[in-house]
């Protein structure tokens, strides 16, 4: 199965709230992602299987590309084939996770992100936040913030692994179960140490997951 980045849309509200109630069921309310849609401040992305309905020829990347699947979605955007007025369609079985960031001066604040379960743990999750870090640093972010629950360990886990550390902490920060919430933070996402480890995780990631999640090309498939 082939997977894409692009800009959400307003027809892809129906999955992505599926997606959003299958994740965080005791939120309440749910986020309004229509309205989210309309913010000019935030910017919202999905990651899709399938492929789209392209023969762009120049989306090919030669073989000995190393940074994988992480580069192609960046030339992806800059090319901004996928987060363009032309995207497929939407289908059912289109959209497996999405994130929400608002980019704020020089603070990229991270508002959700979430895979299909059914989907998870297969690096989706890490491109969806490597896409959002390469968003902040086209954006001119310094730095990415977000809040996850003391008790979410599984994000936690994600979030460190890209370089997140906790910088505070916001009590009874969730109105469902007044539960804690740990601040985080990158530290200067343009960085020479932040930008080394980032590369290196991308790498890693391409390696482990280059085989399994293909361009719409299929030129990962090797
Ligand atoms: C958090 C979430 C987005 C991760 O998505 P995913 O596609 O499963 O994650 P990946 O496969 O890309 O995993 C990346 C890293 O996340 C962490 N991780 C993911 N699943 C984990 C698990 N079950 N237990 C521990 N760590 C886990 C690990 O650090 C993992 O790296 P590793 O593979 O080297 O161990 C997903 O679990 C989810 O949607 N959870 C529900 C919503 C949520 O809690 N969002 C965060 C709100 S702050």
Redesign the pocket.
């Known amino acids: 199965m082939a997977y894409y980045m692009r800009y959400m849309r307003k027809e892809d509200l129906p999955q992505v709230n599926k997606?959003d109630r299958?994740?965080?069921p005791t939120q309440w309310p749910p986020p309004d992602y229509r309205r989210e849609l309309q913010n000019p401040l935030a910017r919202l992305l999905v990651v899709c299987e399938d492929h789209p309905d392209t023969d762009e020829p120049e989306m090919e990347i030669p073989r000995e590309d190393s940074s994988g699947l992480t580069s192609r979605v960046k030339r992806w955007w800059r090319q901004n084939r996928f987060f363009g007025s032309e995207p497929p369609q939407s289908n059912e079985h289109c959209i497996i996770?999405f994130t929400s960031t608002w980019v704020m001066a020089d603070e990229a604040h991270?508002t959700?992100?979430?895979?299909?379960?059914s989907?998870?743990?297969?690096?989706?999750?890490?491109?969806?936040?490597i896409s959002i870090i390469d968003l902040a640093i086209e954006l001119k972010a310094s730095i990415a913030t977000?809040?996850?629950?003391v008790s979410?360990?599984?994000?936690q886990?994600?979030?460190?692994?890209y370089g997140f550390a906790q910088v505070g902490l916001r009590r009874n920060y969730y109105t469902d179960n007044r539960e804690d919430a740990l601040l985080m933070s990158t530290e200067s996402i343009a960085s020479v140490p932040f930008q080394a480890h980032l590369q290196q995780m991308k790498r890693?990631?391409a390696q482990?997951y280059g085989k399994k999640i293909k361009s719409p090309t299929g030129s990962m498939s090797r």
């Open positions: 997606i299958e994740a965080f996770g991270i959700n992100i979430a895979v299909r379960q989907h998870q743990r297969q690096g989706l999750g890490e491109l969806l936040l977000l809040e996850v629950r979410n360990l599984t994000a886990s994600l979030y460190q692994k890693d990631h482990k």
